[in-house]
Structure formats: C-alpha cells, structure tokens
C-alpha cells in the first residue's frame, strides 16, 4: 500500500467541496442512527496498523466519533480513544459500544488540559471548520503528536456510476450537491485539499502524507437500499422522492442481476504538530 505526500490537484470549489458550511446535512447522520450503524462501511485493519504504529502511548481523540465505527479497529489495537460527537443520539450508540463520549462540536470543545497522542476522524473531518479545525487539533496533541484524517470512498464501475447519477437526475432530491455527478474520487480530492490547506495554514502542523487503500464489497439490493439514506442530506429528502430515488436505484442493482461490487478507496491524510508548547 502506497505512502506518497504531496499536493494533490487543485479543483474547483464547489458547495461539495465546502461541506462544513451544510450545517443541516451534517447534523441529519443522527435521525436513523441504528441504520448509520447498521450499514455503514468499517475499514481496513490496515488503516489502523499504520496510524498507531510508533504512538508511545496510543491514547486517540476521535472526531465525530458517530456510532463509535472509527474508532473499533483502533480500540482493537489496544488504544484508549476519547471521542467527540455532536449529534446525542450518535454518541448514545457509541457510549453503548464503551467509548467514553462528549456531546459537543469539535471547534466548542475544551481539552481541559487534556493532551493525545493522536487525533482521527473517519468522514467526519470535512464537518468541521477548516481553519478553527486544525486550530483546537493543535491544543489537544502532545509534542509531535499526530493527526490523522480518513475516509472511505465510493469508487464504483463507470457504467454503475453513470446509472446511479441518472437516476439522481431524473429525482428532484432538493440536495446542495448531486450524488454521482463527478467522478467520487474527484469529489473527494476537492474536499482534501481544503482539508490539507487548511492545515498548512494554521502553521501547527508539518508535511501532510497520504494514504490510500482499495478494497470492494459486494451489496444486494436490500444491502444497498438501506445504506443510501445514510449518504449526507439524504435523511432531509422529503419521503416521497425518497421513495421514488430508492425505486430507481432498485432498478439499476436489478438490472446488474440483484448484487452489485462497489469498489472503496479507503484514503488517509497524516501530519504530525510541529509547536512546542
């Protein structure tokens, strides 16, 4: 697995690309959290391995905890994660997973002394204030502490890309932004570079490295009907086109014979705090 550093492309800004200024679709993981818990993609042991790997003491702040999924492989490895979350209902799950949670959003959270070895956060980073983010990151990190930022990555077949993005078309969902539309990995590139500017601006943190792993898994149709609603925004779309929207993404899983292969990225962006206090 490849670990490279480096900028990545400029692209365009767009409102995907800006997703911490949609406070309501980021605040909307909450409503069906069960579901979010229930469907939502782990990640590779691989991913953790490589983020604990030289930490002294292994002791982890996690970012948008949510249900807690981020932070199992990590808690697997033997380290003590501390996880923030702002969505109650999220955090409840995670307390019941064990995790010791603070229900608040991350640029409101007081460290209260408290130092890390690491700060993660698994696709929730793109949530938080791109500037005041890296900032209170900064406050919470032991001298040469690390964060580490990850996201997993739709990366689908053209021509299954191409059907979801029509059947988006077709569907007045009233979302910011159009699933499907550009390439995932675009989108996502655009999301990271705001995120790496961002760090590199704040001066706290030194050369951002990246990571990248692929995987795929194999969904029914029933499987991949019942994780789209928990795609941001989804949970805002009125009932009736969501119904419509599932009918025809039902529709194109039919026609590829009821089970379809997604394929992820899983990416990584790691820096280390340069400050000394």
């Known amino acids: 697995m490849p670990t ?30 069960q579901r979010y818990d229930r469907t939502r993609p782990t ?18 702040l996690d970012v948008g905890i949510g249900t807690g999924l981020s932070a199992l ?9 501390v996880g923030v979350e702002p969505d109650p209902r999220m955090a409840e799950l995670a307390r019941q997973r064990g995790f010791e949670v603070e229900v608040v959003r991350f640029e409101d959270w007081d460290p209260a002394g408290r130092v890390f070895d690491a700060v993660i956060s698994g696709q929730a980073w793109h949530w938080v204030d791109p500037v005041a983010g890296p900032a209170k990151a900064a406050l919470a990190l032991r ?23 029509a059947v988006y078309r077709r569907v007045e969902t009233g979302l910011p932004f159009s699933p499907w539309s550009v390439d995932p990995m675009l989108g996502q590139q655009a999301i990271m570079q705001k995120v790496v500017d961002g760090l590199q601006r704040s001066g706290s943190f030194g050369e951002v490295r990246q990571w990248r792993t692929d995987w795929s898994r194999e969904y029914t149709r029933d499987e991949w009907l019942d994780l789209v609603p928990t795609s941001g925004g989804h949970h805002l779309i009125p009932r009736p086109r969501l119904d419509e929207l599932l009918a025809g993404l039902g529709e194109v899983v039919d026609a590829a014979g009821g089970r379809i292969t997604v394929g992820y990225a899983t990416v990584l962006l790691t820096a280390t705090w340069t400050e000394s206090r």
């Open 43 to 60: 990640y590779p042991p691989a991913l953790a391995e490589t983020i604990v790997a030289d930490l002294p003491r292994r002791t982890l």
């Open 4 to 33: 490279y550093s480096g900028r990545m492309p400029t692209l365009p800004s767009t409102p995907a690309a800006e997703p911490h200024r949609h406070r309501a679709v980021a605040e909307s993981f909450g409503l069906d959290p």
């Open 73 to 81: 492989p990590f808690r697997a490895l033997g380290a003590h994660v």
């Open 143 to 165: 001298p040469g502490g690390r964060i580490a930022l990850f996201w997993n990555v739709f990366q689908p077949a053209p021509e299954l890309a191409a059907a979801f993005g």
